[in-house]
Protein backbone atom coordinates (compact mmCIF):
# COMPACT_ATOMS: atom_id res chain seq x y z
CA UNK A 1 0.00 0.00 0.00
CA UNK A 2 1.53 3.37 -1.02
CA UNK A 3 2.02 5.57 1.69
CA UNK A 4 -0.58 8.75 1.24
CA UNK A 5 1.69 12.20 1.97
CA UNK A 6 0.31 15.37 2.63
CA UNK A 7 0.89 19.38 2.64
CA UNK A 8 2.69 20.01 6.15
CA UNK A 9 0.71 23.53 5.40
CA UNK A 10 -2.63 22.92 4.12
CA UNK A 11 -2.76 19.00 5.03
CA UNK A 12 -3.90 18.85 1.22
CA UNK A 13 -3.43 15.24 -0.78
CA UNK A 14 -3.07 17.12 -4.10
CA UNK A 15 0.61 17.13 -4.56
CA UNK A 16 2.73 17.47 -7.83
CA UNK A 17 6.35 15.22 -7.55
CA UNK A 18 9.75 16.53 -8.38
CA UNK A 19 12.51 14.83 -8.49
CA UNK A 20 15.74 16.67 -8.08
CA UNK A 21 19.45 15.02 -8.30
CA UNK A 22 21.14 15.37 -5.46
CA UNK A 23 25.66 15.11 -5.52
CA UNK A 24 27.15 12.35 -3.32
CA UNK A 25 31.08 11.13 -3.29
CA UNK A 26 32.86 8.90 -0.75
CA UNK A 27 36.17 9.46 -0.80
CA UNK A 28 38.16 7.74 -3.09
CA UNK A 29 34.98 6.81 -4.98
CA UNK A 30 32.99 7.86 -8.07
CA UNK A 31 30.48 10.60 -8.14
CA UNK A 32 26.87 9.36 -7.85
CA UNK A 33 23.51 11.56 -7.57
CA UNK A 34 20.33 10.54 -5.56
CA UNK A 35 16.93 11.03 -6.77
CA UNK A 36 15.51 12.89 -4.24
CA UNK A 37 11.64 13.53 -3.99
CA UNK A 38 10.52 16.89 -3.65
CA UNK A 39 6.52 18.02 -3.41
CA UNK A 40 4.58 20.86 -4.47
CA UNK A 41 0.81 21.05 -3.17
CA UNK A 42 -1.20 22.15 -5.77
CA UNK A 43 -3.93 24.01 -3.00
CA UNK A 44 -1.62 26.09 -1.17
CA UNK A 45 1.45 26.66 -3.57
CA UNK A 46 4.07 24.83 -0.48
CA UNK A 47 7.86 22.88 -1.78
CA UNK A 48 9.52 20.75 -0.22
CA UNK A 49 10.56 17.42 1.25
CA UNK A 50 7.17 16.45 2.70
CA UNK A 51 8.46 12.61 2.78
CA UNK A 52 12.01 13.00 4.43
CA UNK A 53 11.60 8.78 5.10
CA UNK A 54 11.68 7.98 1.33
CA UNK A 55 14.55 10.42 0.94
CA UNK A 56 16.40 8.67 3.31
CA UNK A 57 15.96 5.32 2.24
CA UNK A 58 17.24 6.36 -1.49
CA UNK A 59 20.08 7.96 0.21
CA UNK A 60 20.67 4.69 1.96
CA UNK A 61 20.52 2.77 -1.06
CA UNK A 62 22.77 4.71 -2.76
CA UNK A 63 25.28 4.93 -0.24
CA UNK A 64 25.09 1.01 -0.30
CA UNK A 65 25.57 0.70 -3.92
CA UNK A 66 28.67 3.37 -3.78
CA UNK A 67 30.53 1.48 -0.83
CA UNK A 68 30.53 -1.91 -2.42
CA UNK A 69 31.55 -0.01 -5.91
CA UNK A 70 34.16 1.61 -4.22
CA UNK A 71 35.13 -1.85 -2.16
CA UNK A 72 35.57 -3.98 -5.69
CA UNK A 73 37.80 -0.89 -7.60
CA UNK A 74 40.22 -0.46 -3.93
CA UNK A 75 40.52 -4.32 -4.39
CA UNK A 76 40.84 -4.55 -8.16
CA UNK A 77 43.42 -1.68 -8.16
CA UNK A 78 45.85 -3.66 -5.50
CA UNK A 79 45.17 -7.03 -7.10
CA UNK A 80 47.12 -5.51 -9.98
CA UNK A 81 50.35 -5.40 -7.52
CA UNK A 82 49.46 -8.21 -5.28
CA UNK A 83 47.56 -11.51 -5.01
CA UNK A 84 44.97 -11.71 -2.71
CA UNK A 85 46.60 -14.55 -1.01
CA UNK A 86 49.88 -12.66 -0.61
CA UNK A 87 47.95 -9.23 1.18
CA UNK A 88 45.58 -11.83 3.67
CA UNK A 89 48.75 -13.65 4.72
CA UNK A 90 50.95 -10.23 5.19
CA UNK A 91 48.22 -8.58 7.33
CA UNK A 92 47.06 -11.91 8.99
CA UNK A 93 43.96 -11.89 7.63
CA UNK A 94 41.53 -15.27 7.28
CA UNK A 95 41.67 -16.70 3.89
CA UNK A 96 39.43 -15.06 1.44
CA UNK A 97 38.70 -12.04 3.16
CA UNK A 98 39.33 -9.60 0.08
CA UNK A 99 36.78 -11.65 -2.14
CA UNK A 100 34.49 -11.81 0.66
CA UNK A 101 34.96 -8.03 0.71
CA UNK A 102 34.89 -7.73 -2.91
CA UNK A 103 31.57 -9.58 -3.21
CA UNK A 104 29.69 -8.54 -0.51
CA UNK A 105 26.70 -6.51 -0.70
CA UNK A 106 27.62 -3.87 1.77
CA UNK A 107 31.29 -4.02 3.08
CA UNK A 108 31.64 -2.49 6.83
CA UNK A 109 33.48 1.04 7.49
CA UNK A 110 35.79 -0.81 8.91
CA UNK A 111 37.10 -2.78 5.88
CA UNK A 112 36.43 0.45 3.57
CA UNK A 113 38.95 1.96 5.65
CA UNK A 114 41.38 -0.19 5.99
CA UNK A 115 41.14 -0.67 1.66
CA UNK A 116 41.65 3.31 1.15
CA UNK A 117 44.95 3.46 3.38
CA UNK A 118 45.87 0.14 1.55
CA UNK A 119 45.39 1.52 -1.99
CA UNK A 120 46.98 4.61 -1.41
CA UNK A 121 50.39 3.39 0.07
CA UNK A 122 50.51 -0.31 -0.69
CA UNK A 123 54.29 -0.85 -1.23
CA UNK A 124 54.87 0.75 1.60
CA UNK A 125 52.64 -0.98 3.71
CA UNK A 126 52.94 -4.82 2.47
CA UNK A 127 56.50 -3.85 3.06
CA UNK A 128 56.06 -2.79 6.44
CA UNK A 129 54.04 -6.09 6.73
CA UNK A 130 56.74 -8.07 5.73
CA UNK A 131 58.73 -7.27 8.69
CA UNK A 132 55.78 -7.36 10.89
CA UNK A 133 55.53 -3.80 11.73
CA UNK A 134 58.78 -3.67 13.08
CA UNK A 135 59.30 0.21 14.48
CA UNK A 136 62.95 0.37 14.00
CA UNK A 137 62.55 -1.22 10.11
CA UNK A 138 59.35 0.55 9.62
CA UNK A 139 60.76 3.79 10.27
CA UNK A 140 63.65 3.06 7.58
CA UNK A 141 61.18 2.15 5.23
CA UNK A 142 58.67 5.27 5.51
CA UNK A 143 62.49 7.07 5.45
CA UNK A 144 62.97 5.35 1.42
CA UNK A 145 59.25 5.86 0.83
CA UNK A 146 59.74 9.60 1.63
CA UNK A 147 62.74 10.20 -0.28
CA UNK A 148 60.76 8.75 -3.09
CA UNK A 149 57.96 10.70 -2.56
CA UNK A 150 60.42 14.19 -2.88
CA UNK A 151 61.75 12.99 -5.60
CA UNK A 152 58.77 12.63 -7.29
CA UNK A 153 57.55 16.15 -6.24
CA UNK A 154 60.45 17.86 -7.56
CA UNK A 155 60.51 15.74 -11.04
CA UNK A 156 56.88 16.89 -11.60
CA UNK A 157 56.28 19.87 -9.22
CA UNK A 158 59.90 21.92 -9.94
CA UNK A 159 61.59 22.60 -6.43
CA UNK A 160 64.76 20.94 -4.77
CA UNK A 161 65.30 18.80 -1.79
CA UNK A 162 68.19 16.96 -0.25
CA UNK A 163 68.17 13.84 1.49
CA UNK A 164 70.55 12.19 4.36
CA UNK A 165 71.49 9.85 7.02
CA UNK A 166 73.74 9.72 9.35
CA UNK A 167 73.79 6.77 11.62
CA UNK A 168 70.21 6.19 12.68
CA UNK A 169 69.39 9.77 11.56
CA UNK A 170 67.71 10.88 8.69
CA UNK A 171 67.25 14.54 7.56
CA UNK A 172 65.20 15.45 4.26
CA UNK A 173 64.38 19.07 3.58
CA UNK A 174 62.16 19.79 0.61
CA UNK A 175 61.46 23.39 -1.12
CA UNK A 176 59.00 23.77 -3.93
CA UNK A 177 57.40 26.83 -5.54
CA UNK A 178 54.29 27.39 -3.46
CA UNK A 179 55.55 25.43 -0.29
CA UNK A 180 58.24 24.90 2.42
CA UNK A 181 58.61 21.43 4.05
CA UNK A 182 61.38 20.84 6.12
CA UNK A 183 62.19 17.36 8.22
CA UNK A 184 65.22 18.36 10.30
CA UNK A 185 65.87 14.97 11.83
CA UNK A 186 64.13 11.54 12.17
CA UNK A 187 66.07 9.50 14.97
CA UNK A 188 65.27 5.50 15.23
CA UNK A 189 67.46 3.21 17.63
CA UNK A 190 67.34 -0.07 16.67
CA UNK A 191 68.91 -0.42 20.54
CA UNK A 192 65.60 0.99 22.65
CA UNK A 193 63.23 0.42 19.68
CA UNK A 194 62.26 3.84 19.97
CA UNK A 195 61.53 6.61 17.17
CA UNK A 196 61.66 10.46 17.93
CA UNK A 197 60.82 12.67 15.06
CA UNK A 198 62.85 16.13 16.78
CA UNK A 199 61.01 18.90 14.22
CA UNK A 200 58.57 19.04 10.87
CA UNK A 201 57.07 21.51 9.24
CA UNK A 202 55.45 22.21 6.61
CA UNK A 203 54.05 25.65 5.11
CA UNK A 204 51.84 26.34 2.17
CA UNK A 205 52.23 29.03 -0.07
CA UNK A 206 48.44 30.12 -0.14
Known amino acids: MEKIVNCPLCKSIDLIVHFED ?3 QLTLGAPFNVKKKIYECSNCGEIGEFDRSA ?9 KEARHSLCR ?37 VSL ?5 LHTYPEMLHEA ?7 YKCTVILAKHGQMAFKWLTEHHGGRYSFGTAGTKINIEAQFPDSHAVVNSV ?17 SGD
Open 22 to 24: EAH
Open 55 to 63: NAVALKDGL
Open 73 to 109: TLITDIQAHYSMSTTEKLFELPARTLNGWKSEGDPSA
Open 113 to 117: AFLRV
Open 129 to 135: AKVRFDS
Open 187 to 203: TSSEEDDSDQLSSFSFA
